[in-house]
């Protein structure tokens, strides 16, 4: 069950199509005051153009869709101390959209953020999504998780829209299993 105090996660799939009416259903509630997440796979631009990444996809947010509301990027790979002003600034409000990698996945509490958006959402696995979708619902205001993916795979999009329809986390795991097997202890299958 939810934790005290948690909200409700209205959970959505859509393929890039939907960007530009994202962009402007996430300017429209940051400036209502609300706060989001994006996730993205990659840290910086690299052989994959397929796939989206934090630095690039912040920029682009500043250039492009966001002009004057207050976006910075995180990912692993920053110094601690970075990290800890960036995260810092978006629990005091100063960070509106936070553009980051999965460090963000688990120790971050910031109840003003109401939308968590994932770039590339199929490159993730059933219990990260829900652990990143854990990071929204956690104030008194309606939270939304957006999953972005252009994935054709009818499996790949089974599995994301079976995210869309239960918060269990127990259930997430449970489906997970059933479809991708526990895995390989001492091979090199998940990695």
């Given at each position: 069950?939810?934790?005290?105090?948690?909200?409700?996660?209205?959970?959505?799939?859509?393929?890039?199509?939907?960007?530009?009416?994202?962009?402007?259903?996430?300017?429209?509630?940051?400036?209502?005051?609300?706060?989001?997440?994006?996730?993205?796979?990659?840290?910086?631009?690299?052989?994959?153009?397929?796939?989206?990444?934090?630095?690039?996809?912040?920029?682009?947010?500043?250039?492009?869709?966001?002009?004057?509301?207050?976006?910075?990027?995180?990912?692993?790979?920053?110094?601690?101390?970075?990290?800890?002003?960036?995260?810092?600034?978006?629990?005091?409000?100063?960070?509106?959209?936070?553009?980051?990698?999965?460090?963000?996945?688990?120790?971050?509490?910031?109840?003003?953020?109401?939308?968590?958006?994932?770039?590339?959402?199929?490159?993730?696995?059933?219990?990260?999504?829900?652990?990143?979708?854990?990071?929204?619902?956690?104030?008194?205001?309606?939270?939304?998780?957006?999953?972005?993916?252009?994935?054709e795979n009818d499996a790949v999009k089974e599995r994301l829209r079976f995210l869309c329809h239960t918060s269990d986390g127990f259930a997430v795991a449970k489906y997970d299993l059933e479809n991708r097997g526990p895995g390989d202890f001492f091979g090199s299958a998940q990695h």
């Amino acid at each position: 069950e939810l934790p005290p105090g948690r909200q409700k996660i209205s959970t959505h799939l859509v393929d890039g199509s939907y960007h530009d009416r994202m962009y402007s259903y996430l300017r429209e509630e940051c400036l209502k005051g609300a706060q989001a997440y994006v996730v993205c796979p990659l840290v910086e631009e690299g052989d994959n153009d397929e796939l989206r990444s934090a630095v690039e996809y912040a920029d682009r947010l500043c250039r492009e869709h966001l002009n004057g509301i207050s976006v910075r990027y995180l990912h692993g790979k920053m110094k601690a101390k970075e990290k800890e002003e960036i995260l810092r600034d978006f629990a005091d409000g100063k960070t509106q959209v936070l553009v980051s990698t999965t460090v963000v996945e688990v120790g971050v509490d910031v109840p003003n953020a109401t939308i968590m958006i994932i770039e590339n959402a199929d490159r993730f696995g059933l219990s990260q999504l829900h652990q990143l979708r854990g990071r929204v619902g956690r104030g008194a205001a309606d939270s939304c998780c957006i999953l972005i993916s252009d994935n054709e795979n009818d499996a790949v999009k089974e599995r994301l829209r079976f995210l869309c329809h239960t918060s269990d986390g127990f259930a997430v795991a449970k489906y997970d299993l059933e479809n991708r097997g526990p895995g390989d202890f001492f091979g090199s299958a998940q990695h």
